[in-house]
């Protein structure tokens, strides 16, 4: 990487680290940070002067479950959170509610000087707070009855199809263990297929030699 390369990346990453730094500072520990780019952005972070707080704290990044559909499976399969463990029913995409929701506004301001434009997006923002705040504890239930019911209905399902197929919870485990290193190490050459390739090339050298 080229050093004016990795310094507009730097420049860009200069929020992020902001708002991560300020969560490190009164958050407690065991933070779980979503981003677009929560795979690269953890990279970033542990090369930042903020890393060792960071891996202190036992946090970690991932991918928000919209954008994380565009990675490459091998960065699904590790910070995607449909894999990550505790991380429940949240798909971390709260950003993108809000940008669709403050959408209304464009229609109201569009003529509007930047005066009168600046009122309205205040306004907009505040009463999502207001309502947001409001209905806090009716989403709360909500997720708890959506996942005492995932948990009571799928697991028969589960416990179903692994009888069926006569495979444990150990066995699947496992699996996702393999497929994650196999993703991970993808597109890197075996050492034994090195010597391999070697000895068949020094074949073919003393063949024609002779």
């Known amino acids: 990487m080229s050093g004016w390369h990795a310094d507009m990346m730097l420049c860009r990453a200069k929020y992020p680290l902001a708002h991560i730094a300020k969560a490190l500072d009164v958050l407690e520990d065991r933070l779980l940070?979503?981003?677009?780019?929560?795979?690269?952005?953890?990279?970033?972070?542990?090369?930042?002067?903020?890393?060792?707080?960071?891996?202190?704290?036992?946090?970690?990044?991932?991918?928000?479950?919209?954008?994380?559909?565009?990675h490459n499976w091998a960065c699904q399969k590790e910070n995607h959170p449909n894999v990550v463990k505790g991380l429940g029913l949240e798909d971390l995409e709260t950003?993108?509610?809000?940008?669709?929701?403050?959408?209304?506004?464009?229609?109201?301001?569009r003529h509007a000087t930047a005066y009168r434009r600046g009122v309205f997006i205040d306004m907009f923002f505040r009463q999502w707070d207001d309502e947001?705040?409001?209905?806090?504890?009716?989403?709360?239930?909500?997720?708890?009855?959506?996942?005492?019911?995932?948990?009571?209905?799928?697991?028969?399902?589960?416990?179903?199809t692994l009888r069926s197929l006569e495979i444990s919870e150990a066995d699947l485990e496992s699996w996702e263990t393999e497929e994650v290193t196999y993703f991970r190490t993808i597109g890197q050459e075996p050492e034994w297929d090195v010597h391999a390739v070697a000895y068949v090339e020094l074949l073919q050298e003393l063949r024609t030699t002779q």
């Open 132 to 160: 947001k705040y409001l209905n806090l504890a009716t989403m709360l239930y909500n997720n708890y009855c959506q996942a005492l019911d995932i948990i009571q209905s799928e697991s028969i399902a589960l416990k179903d």
């Open 33 to 70: 940070f979503g981003s677009d780019i929560g795979c690269s952005l953890q990279t970033t972070i542990a090369s930042s002067s903020l890393g060792p707080e960071f891996k202190r704290k036992e946090c970690r990044c991932v991918v928000n479950a919209f954008h994380g559909y565009t």
């Open 95 to 109: 950003l993108e509610r809000i940008f669709s929701a403050s959408n209304a506004v464009a229609a109201v301001t």
